[in-house]
């Protein structure tokens, strides 16, 4: 007769049988054992072992992964020097109190400070430490086998047993057949077979923490060498992958000039659509620039188009279309007629309809109508579509009707004192504005082809019908992405494998009872205990009892008696459900 049971907890286990148990449960997985807390031994060895135990558990990894987590927060909300100088500069100007306090902490260089690469650091010998131990006794369980059954299945989570018929070699045989073809490790050891599965546990978990490591690598790898640059380009002109040529440019502070692409690339033309009506009017709807770039000093010149997230890649580096905008012709004459300025002028939009702004700066050839060197400032404000009575933003993207405001002004724009100064701004500081006949500044509206002159025959600007349009271009070089992209994905893959996949134990005992009928006894161990145990352990007990079937009760009447049903396991107490 078949006899299901869950054992009760065993409150006075004897001590042969808890050290046997415990082989038959051990090494489920490659956690190291956790220690008795205490004190080091004396000396220096002993105070360096208790500390690598400290750094390289993984009470401490978690630590340090949650400090790392924490410290890139104010990388996050304090302007870093790095990526943005000038907020930096506006914070200092705004928090004197706060600046200094940040400036001793290294909270304006977050990623590059001594704290936050000494946890950056540590972390990484940490996890090296849980993994390396973790990979060697994992290769050796490999190369093992499951351990051989305790004596008392009973004690197990899961156990069911039954009686039958068949000879005991039988039984095991079966049971060894149907465990390796339910992908079990398994193997015969004296009257049992032992078998294990699950162990793609511990690659997963294995692959979760040096996905970690790699991405850990991947990080630093790209901080150290990245480099990001921009320019802007307009129609007609083109750009040479030289430091000199970017507008600005920060870089990892192991980035070198020899690191750079050979490339250039001049931009043929810009489109821009936008949406006529409906609510959307003037959304963006195509973005394209075609450019002709060849790679190397005597490169082949090819034609490409560039989108909005759909950049050019030559190299490790990857040529990004950020902004666009326009840059209207100027031609500034002197007063004898002389051209002293003639070039498309970049304006920077201000809203999104490309409402823009910008300076015209006549710095040298410029003769006033008394013949004495001067140079000349012009403020340009222009709007691609104006609509009348509205000449403070333009009301469409595109250029529907454009206008351009000018404003005139003479003396020292400031360009000979050898300080840096914006191309789109016109300091005014040294500067005296040309006045109308009313004795107010001298301003006008222009539409292409108009000229504005100056008073006392001291010259003329001239809006010409020709508006090209600019675009701006970011170049960057992010070397270690791919690689954090696929550890990340790993780190994914592993962990829903650590979590989801449980690594467990079977054991099939067959014996010849003291009245010659064989006794089957089946039982199951997880890491872990859970209802997958017991639920599986029954699936395999069933498909055995069909191949073993139990016995006739040699107590009941044998016109009554007949096979007993198939074996039904339950969770040992506290085992989930």
Request: aromatic share 10%; net charge neutral; with cysteine.
């Amino acid at each position: 007769m078949s006899d299901t049971k869950t054992s009760p907890p065993d409150n006075t286990p004897g001590r042969a049988e808890d050290q046997e148990l415990g082989a038959a449960g051990s090494q489920l997985s490659t956690a190291p054992v956790e220690e008795i807390a205490g004190l080091p031994s004396l000396g220096v060895i002993g105070w360096a072992r208790w500390f690598w135990r400290q750094l390289t558990s993984m009470r401490v990894a978690l630590l340090l992964l949650l400090l790392l987590s924490l410290g890139a927060i104010p990388g996050s909300l304090i302007p870093q020097t790095g990526i943005d100088e000038t907020k930096v500069a506006a914070f200092r100007k705004a928090h004197e109190t706060l600046a200094p306090i940040y400036d001793k902490l290294g909270l304006f260089n977050v990623y590059s400070s001594v704290w936050f690469s000494a946890i950056y650091i540590l972390l990484f010998v940490s996890l090296i430490g849980c993994i390396v131990p973790r990979t060697w006794q994992f290769v050796g369980q490999l190369r093992g086998r499951p351990p051989a059954a305790p004596r008392r299945l009973t004690r197990l989570p899961a156990y069911t047993t039954w009686r039958t018929e068949a000879e005991p070699e039988q039984v095991r045989e079966a049971a060894l057949a149907l465990l390796k073809k339910r992908r079990f490790r398994s193997h015969l050891t004296g009257d049992a077979v032992a078998a294990e599965k699950g162990y793609l546990r511990e690659v997963g978990n294995l692959a979760f923490h040096i996905a970690l490591i790699v991405m850990l690598i991947a990080f630093a790898w790209g901080q150290l060498y990245k480099s990001e640059g921009n320019k802007l380009i307009v129609e007609g002109d083109g750009f040479s992958n030289t430091l000199t040529q970017y507008d600005d440019f920060k870089s990892g502070s192991l980035f070198g000039q020899d690191d750079l692409d050979p490339f250039s690339f001049d931009l043929k033309n810009f489109r821009g659509t936008y949406e006529p009506t409906g609510p959307n009017r003037g959304t963006p709807r195509t973005f394209e620039a075609d450019l002709v770039y060849s790679v190397g000093a005597d490169g082949k010149e090819e034609k490409t188009t560039v989108k909005v997230n759909e950049p050019l890649e030559i190299g490790g580096s990857k040529v990004y279309l950020v902004s666009h905008g326009y840059a209207p012709v100027i031609t500034v004459r002197d007063g004898k007629g002389k051209v002293v300025f003639q070039d498309a002028v970049p304006l920077l939009p201000l809203d999104g309809n490309v409402t823009s702004t910008g300076a015209i700066k006549v710095m040298d050839g410029y003769r006033d109508a008394r013949g004495k060197w001067d140079q000349l400032g012009f403020q340009a404000f222009f709007l691609p579509t104006y609509v009348k009575g509205n000449e403070l933003a333009s009301q469409f993207p595109a250029l529907l009707s454009p206008i351009m405001n000018v404003e005139a002004y003479h003396g020292d724009l400031g360009v000979n004192a050898g300080l840096p100064q914006s191309v789109y701004q016109l300091n005014k500081k040294n500067l005296k504005g040309f006045k109308d006949a009313k004795g107010a500044q001298l301003r006008k509206n222009l539409r292409p082809g108009e000229t504005m002159k100056l008073p006392n025959g001291a010259g003329s600007i001239t809006f010409e019908k020709q508006i090209k349009e600019w675009a701006g271009f970011q170049v960057a070089r992010q070397p270690g992405s791919g690689w954090a992209l696929a550890a990340s994905v790993a780190a994914i893959l592993g962990l829903a494998g650590s979590l989801f996949i449980q690594r467990r134990r079977v054991w099939v005992r067959a014996t010849a009872g003291p009245d010659g009928v064989t006794v089957v006894e089946m039982a199951g161990l997880g890491r872990s205990e859970s209802a997958k145990v017991p639920e599986e352990l029954g699936d395999l007990a069933a498909i055995l009892y069909e191949q073993a079937p139990g016995a006739p009760d040699a107590a009941a009447d044998p016109a009554e008696s007949e096979a007993s049903p198939d074996p039904q396991v339950v969770p040992a107490e506290g085992a989930e459900k």
